[in-house]
């Protein structure tokens, strides 16, 4: 598998680390009721079509990225720097 | 036997190899199957389950009968297919699953036991008596499983992976293949062409037919020299494409040395991941047979792969042969046959309305094959006429056809099931079924030469003008164009026992009895009778045992469908797929800048530390560290501590970022000064700890453990990109840059005086100092801070000083009483003081647990910090960090031990804690361990029970304060 790093190009998977679902960039507020902190930690959706993850480019620019990926056809419509977009 | 003015091989090169210790002669260009049925050997291979002498019954990779083992000792290469292996001057071969010999395996009585061992057998059985299974029936059946044996020694051969790019990949170089190859190189694509043959021109090598006004084989060369001579274009053969994955991806097993004796340095196999932008499946089609009773007797095979062994090797099996077929195609092996001379005693068509297109043979329209004789080789087969009557023909050989079945594996590879041709009765590829690939030529169910030709050559066409290459495409040459015409039938009536998997020993009966049984989904019959799951993956019976359970469950042939098509088409050894990976190779080794391989080494992660460093006389690594622990607490001791994690960081902002990510405050932090951090993870938990220190207003270096300094690493950067982004600030890791080594001890700043270009105090450095000083010149960085508990140092200089530096330290060390220590006395003198490890946080406990609860500032977030503060991680009922001391003599405290109290029964639900980390205390002279004890702080002075289960050790122990030597840290200041 390969992903195109925005800064470096296409390259193979193995160079990145996979984190988990671009949610993780909605960090609450120190002060967040304790309900909005379990669903920012442990609540995931799972669809079966697009899904919104965080990549790093571990062995490359150290980049964080959100990576668009349709978990049925595994084609992937987007990489951008985390900076770029919001999570959504 | 050898057919005169046949075969390709070459009879000017003769060549001896041995089967089962018997000699025999075979050709330069023989397979190891051809060459043994050119000398007459029939009795190839014993089947797995009921062990039936069993011959060669394909010409290919498919083959499901003639596996061997090849090779001896510890390169002894199981489960070759004759087929497939080339013959070499001396190769040794050996038939497998059966003993005493393959004439005659003792294990054929489970032949005789067949009515037991039918379809599921093994969830009906070998439960009772339930004793029998340990020692009776499980070693039997492991002693029975398997095909061939693996020598079970370490092996020298060499295997090797590589990677390629390219715009269009052609898999398969038949006709469709060279033509699909040919047209987008034309146009200027860069095109791998890849074929799992030695050769090119797949079914073109094993026809008597011409292309274009010349034998193919003739068109084959040539078309193979223009591709060749073109720069754009990569010609592999012995390679298979193994599997289809995602974005264009291939995994491809190139056998390298397969068929020679000595690789001379060569790989055996190299295993490609290939990336390309286009594929072309021309991957050709694989006859299928025809069920009738016994016909898995030796001398039964595939009519294709009787033609080709005829006109690719110039064998045949036997002096009198027979074809059975339902369709035209079988009818050209008896051609080619009689029209080599040899005698075909019948050309047997089930269609009763089918024309002869043989030639002079007996024909017998409308009649079937309805039995096999000859246990050991075909004798005779038996007839069934139009009108139901039977009568015997001796035959010694038989040629069966049921069709062919288009490869389209590699299109499935994607989760996606063929669809359903009922005019050719196949399944055949779906379009788009994997993005970017086309198939082409028989593949896609398109069974003539010149239709193979047109549509290779459309399709490498449309694959290159995808990605924007202009192609005209190659001109056509003229081949044969028959039209395909077969009558559907998968298997004959009767008694007895009709074979669909060669390899698993799956019946015709075995099929029907699992609808029986209401196993009617295809997905179940497959795994409840095993057909389709030997290493041939059912290429030769899936069809056939699909459209029997069809017929047994009242579907038709779409609706019953196939099973799920998964990678790799052929076997792959892990050893290919591993590639690299091997022994050291496994992982990269990291050194440091003072590594000494004479010294026994641990390994931390990639790096190699040592563990202690004996002196001459030291018998035992205790006697060494209990040294180099009095040693460093008496006078100075050096330690290379470069493998922690350290981290550049600059700019303004700097403290924001650590306020942040540490528990602790950071922007109030002096230049000069260092501070010992806490860092947790978002859910609360610890992730590190090490010290940071600000050696001016916008420059910091921070430190972290060694086995986390990577996942430190990437949380700085996820923190910063993700929530800091608009801080005025950057930092990078520059672990490798500096190498650093701890001074340690009484007497380490008597040392360091003599070594540094400026003098230092305890005015000057005091205890958390940092600074730039100077080393011989050299720009260095000291540190005051202590892991040991002593007054101690650590300093860093540029790594390209590091091995000098290191060992002037030592030298003047041991001038001073002291010398260096190693991570036995390291995490000694660390216990002794209560400092915690990743043995304490261990990722499951909290700030809370460890006793720095306080740690975390109360002023402002940090990363962790709102989940930290759930009830459930600050309830003092939690295990936390304490000392442990065994109170009985000779006591040990093994980690991992579990802590219960005094009186109470060592069993889980009593379990109050666990020891992490221990040692021999040389400064106490008694063993002293850390661990987490449930309510810990206040249960000092109290005695609980240590059980270690695993060792059988059970020890008394005091819980006391974890910093058990100097707790009021005297000796770091001063």
Known sequence: ?88 | MRVDGKGRIDREAPLTFRFDGHDHTGFEGDTLASALMGDGVRLMGRSFKYHRPRGVMTAGSEEPNALVTTRSGTRSDPNVRATVQELYEGLEARSQNRWPSLGFDLLGMNDLAAPFLGAGFYYKTFMWPRAFWEKLYEPAIRRAAGLGALSGKATDEIYEKAFAFCDVLVIGGGPAGLMAALSAGLAGADVILCDEDAEFGGRLLAEAEQVGDAPAFDWVQDTVARLNSMDNVRLMTRTTVTGAYDQGSFGALERVAHHVADAAGAPLECFWRIAAKRSVLCAGALERPVAFRDNDRPGVMMAGAMRSYLNRWGVAPAKSLAVFGNNDDAHRTARDLAQAGVHVAALIDSRADAPNLAGDVPYFPGHLVTRAYGRRGLEAIQLRRPDGSQFKMHVQGLGVSGGWNPSLHLSCHMNVRPEWRDDIAAFVPRPDAVPGMRVAGSACGQFSTAECLKSGAGAGQEAAQDLGFAASGPQLPDAEDAPYRLRRLWAVEGKGRAWLDFQNDVTVKDVVQAAAENFASVEHMKRYTTQGMAPDQGKSSNMLALAVLADATGRGIPETGTTTFRPPYTPVAIAAMGAGAQGKTYAPERFTTSHDDSLPNIEAGLWYRPSYVPKAGEKTWRESCDREVQMVRSAVGICDVSTLGKIDLQGPDVGKLLDFVYTNTFGSLKPGRARYGLMLREDGFVMDDGTCARLDDNRWLMTSTTAAAGQVMRHLDWVQQAFCPDLALRFTSVTEQWAQFAVAGPKSRELLNDLLDQPISDETFPFMQCGVVSVGGITARLFRISFSGEHAYEIAVPARYGASLFETLVSRAEVLGGGAYGMEALNVMRIEKGHITHAEIHGATTAFDIGFGRMIAAKKDCVGKAMAARPGLIDTAREQLVGLRPVDAGGEAPSGAHLFDAGAEPVRENDQGYVTSTCFSPSLGEVRALGFLKNGPDRHGEVVKLVDHMRGIETRCEVTDPVVFDPEGGRLRG
């Open chain 1, 1 to 88: 598998m390969r992903l195109t790093c925005p800064l470096c190009g296409e390259r193979d998977s193995r160079e990145f680390y996979y984190q988990g679902a671009a949610s993780m960039l909605n960090r609450p507020p120190a002060d967040a009721a304790g309900q909005e902190w379990h669903s920012y930690m442990h609540l995931r959706d799972n669809p079966a079509g697009e899904v919104r993850d965080l990549w790093y480019h571990q062995d490359g620019c150290g980049s964080w990225l959100v990576v668009s990926r349709n978990t049925v056809t595994h084609h992937i419509s987007s990489v951008d720097l985390i900076g770029a977009q919001n999570a959504g």
